[in-house]
């Protein structure tokens, strides 16, 4: 259906709950006229990292997730600050959440994770030549977890669903696993062709 079809006409704030806002927008449909609000979340962009060591391992966190309850295992990632450089944003978050730092910064890609409902886009960053520098620096309410696998064994994890989180699993398609993304050279560890 062509775009033209919707014309906006204002947006009306519903509740602030930091990491988005409901907003209901408002818009009318030509040519009927008919006019109606659309529930919306409208947040800041998110950025995932997929940290790898020299040897090939992947820096992955356990942490608990309260939509469904459970811990989960995935990639560091986080919200982009205002202003903020999103690879610049996928460093801070790295460190924070593992405590490691990389020696290079690959973009992968961007999605709308939800352009039904939501406004943002999370970016999918490469993190390579990942070393520990210190301790994890968590935000007050996060415990994390950190542990390293071999980028071979990612693909097993999806299959067997110990990886879930849907933008996780999106980020390793990125990566292509079977092949280098563009500008990033051989990866250590990935499975052979």
Same mark, same amino acid.
């Given at each position: ?22 907003? $209901? ?19 800041p ?23 469904v ?10 919200? &982009? ?6 690879? &610049? ?15 290079? !910064?690959?973009?992968?890609?961007? &999605?709308?994770?939800?352009?039904a409902?939501?406004? $943002?886009?999370? =970016? ?19 415990? !994390? ?17 110990? !990886?879930?989180?849907?933008? &996780? ?7 292509? !696993? ?6 990033a =050279? ?8």
């Amino acid at each position: 259906m062509p775009r033209r079809h919707w014309t906006f006409l204002r947006r009306a704030p519903v509740t602030d709950q930091r990491i988005f806002r409901v907003v $209901n927008d408002h818009y009318r449909f030509e040519p009927s006229g008919a006019e109606r609000p659309f529930v919306v979340l409208d947040g800041p962009d998110w950025i995932n990292v997929i940290p790898l060591t020299p040897e090939g391992e992947v820096v992955l966190i356990r942490q608990y997730r309260h939509g469904v309850r459970e811990v989960t295992l995935e990639i560091p990632g986080g919200m &982009v600050d205002p202003g903020e450089d999103p690879a &610049v944003a996928a460093a801070r978050e790295l460190r924070e959440e593992t405590g490691y730092e990389a020696g290079r !910064i690959v973009r992968l890609g961007s &999605v709308w994770p939800n352009p039904a409902i939501q406004t $943002n886009a999370c =970016g999918t960053y490469l993190a390579l030549d990942c070393r520990r520098v210190g301790a994890p620096e968590p935000d007050p309410f996060e415990s !994390i977890e950190v542990e390293t696998r071999p980028l071979a064994e990612i693909p097993k994890l999806v299959a067997e669903g110990t !990886i879930r989180h849907a933008l &996780v699993v999106l980020a390793f398609g990125f990566l292509g !696993i079977l092949r280098p993304p563009p500008g990033a =050279g051989p990866l250590p560890g990935a499975p052979a062709p």
